[in-house]
């Protein structure tokens, strides 16, 4: 199915590309993992998969993936986080994510906590915020179970939201309730970035 998919990704845009989480691991049950697509008017550069920053942690398999680009100067981390379903394996899980990166570098992380949020938490290094929260500070959009709760967040680096994202929403799936597309309008090009959960 990753390679059926993979084949109509580039028939419908040639220059879109795809990482899932898998492709670094034997071990996927048709459960868990992460991806992300790129479509094809990404201003991006030196797209690579970073598995060294956590492949040897088996905690972190199938639920964690980290790409890196070049944006300029500027080196971005992307990283898609798939947040344990149940309470008791959300700490060590959280605590086993790779944190030391260089200064210099910006984030966006795309994910489904499988929890809610504290606001505090939103600004702790890597000094990520939560900018469809701060876009739409009274807005109800629940992308839990059941339309319960919000679980699926993307969060990026103050500078980098400052300078390159002029707008964001998310789009639920009804057709496949797992998925949620992230929209960001992007300077100078518009970037769709799809979290995929199966």
């Not at 570098?105 to 600004?123: A, C, I, K, W, Y």
Request: hydrophobic fraction near 40%.
């Amino acid at each position: 199915m990753i390679q059926d998919n993979n084949i109509f990704l580039h028939c419908a845009d040639s220059r879109a590309c795809s990482f899932w989480s898998h492709f670094i691991s034997d071990k996927y049950g048709s459960r868990n993992g992460v991806a992300l697509f790129f479509n094809g008017a990404h201003p991006f550069q030196d797209l690579q998969e970073e598995p060294t920053l956590f492949g040897h942690m088996d905690i972190l398999r199938n639920r964690y993936l980290v790409v890196s680009a070049k944006l300029g100067h500027l080196r971005i981390y992307f990283h898609v986080v798939y947040g344990p379903v149940q309470p008791g394996d959300r700490s060590a899980f959280y605590l086993a994510l790779p944190r030391i990166f260089d200064d210099s570098t910006v984030h966006l992380v795309l994910q489904d906590f499988n929890t809610t949020m504290d606001p505090d938490l939103d600004q702790a290094t890597p000094r990520l915020i939560d900018f469809w929260r701060l876009e739409n500070p009274d807005k109800l959009k629940f992308t839990g179970p059941k339309s319960k709760n919000r679980i699926d967040y993307c969060l990026a680096s103050i500078d980098f939201y400052d300078k390159f994202i002029c707008s964001s929403g998310h789009v639920l799936d009804t057709n496949l309730v797992a998925r949620t597309t992230f929209l960001l309008n992007f300077q100078p090009h518009p970037l769709i970035l799809r979290l995929v959960i199966p």
